[in-house]
Antibody, heavy 122, light 109 residues
Framework: EVQLLESGGGLVQPGGSLRLSCVVS????????MSWVRQAPGKGLEWVSA????????YYADSVRGRFTISRDNSKNTLYLQMNSLRAEDTAVYYC???????????????WGQGTLVTVSS | QSALTQPASVSGSPGQSITISCTGT?????????VSWYQQHPGKAPKLMIY???KWPSGVSNRFSGSKSGNTASLTISGLQAEDEADYYC?????????FGTGTKVTVL
């Protein structure tokens, strides 16, 4: 059974930092690209960042580029999101999500974690 | 990376069919056959319903179907059921990552 479990969310002051983790099981982690997707309270989904299976390729939304860093440790089946210079508008539930397939097909997310809430407030 | 445009709400009676549109640009929806659709019930994680415009993931009902014409993709729900009441989001691959739609609340009357 595929499982994704996020952790690391919490309350942080504006300008602060937080690191999210996503531990996965049930599939060959290193074979799949992974993403972080967030959802502000009462709002829609927003793609945040993606990383290739090897970890070499990383991609970011304009809203977080330069502040957030995605990484992975394939030996630990864990995905990370380092968030620096946090702003009030970064307040959201953060989901990790597994890409369905590799290559040019299956550019979608077939498994999602339960989400972890990040609140940026003084 | 502007969000794809979806209607805020769509409603229908049980048994009816409804269609949700998702409008983007030639840089996202129109440029790739990589449109996906997600269903999200309150307090739950999104669930993949359609990928690659019109393909079904394992376990998803064929009452859900997808299509695309130019820069607009569509999700049709046939034989509407009470459990279909949820928020629906489209998403498209882009050259720099992914973009989601604004979301549509489906109400079963």
């Amino acid at each position: 059974e595929v499982q994704l479990l996020e952790s690391g969310g919490g309350l942080v002051q504006p300008g602060g930092s937080l690191r999210l983790s996503c531990v996965v099981s049930g599939f060959t982690f290193s074979s799949y690209a992974m993403s972080w997707v967030r959802q502000a309270p009462g709002k829609g989904l927003e793609w945040v960042s993606a990383i290739s299976g090897s970890g070499v390729g990383t991609y970011y939304a304009d809203s977080v580029r330069g502040r957030f860093t995605i990484s992975r440790d394939n030996s630990k089946n864990t995905l990370y999101l380092q968030m620096n210079s946090l702003r009030a508008e970064d307040t959201a539930v953060y989901y990790c999500a597994k890409r369905l397939l590799t290559g040019t097909t299956g550019r979608a997310f077939d498994y999602w974690g339960q989400g972890t809430l990040v609140t940026v407030s003084s | 990376q502007s969000a794809l445009t979806q209607p805020a709400s769509v409603s229908g009676s049980p048994g009816q069919s409804i269609t949700i549109s998702c409008t983007g640009t030639s840089s996202d929806v129109g440029g790739y056959n990589s449109v996906s659709w997600y269903q999200q019930h309150p307090g739950k994680a999104p669930k993949l319903m359609i990928y690659d415009v019109s393909k079904w993931p394992s376990g998803v009902s064929n009452r859900f179907s997808g299509s695309k014409s130019g820069n607009t993709a569509s999700l049709t729900i046939s034989g509407l059921q009470a459990e279909d009441e949820a928020d629906y989001y489209c998403s498209s691959y882009t050259s720099s990552g992914f973009v989601f739609g604004t979301g549509t609340k489906v109400t079963v009357l």
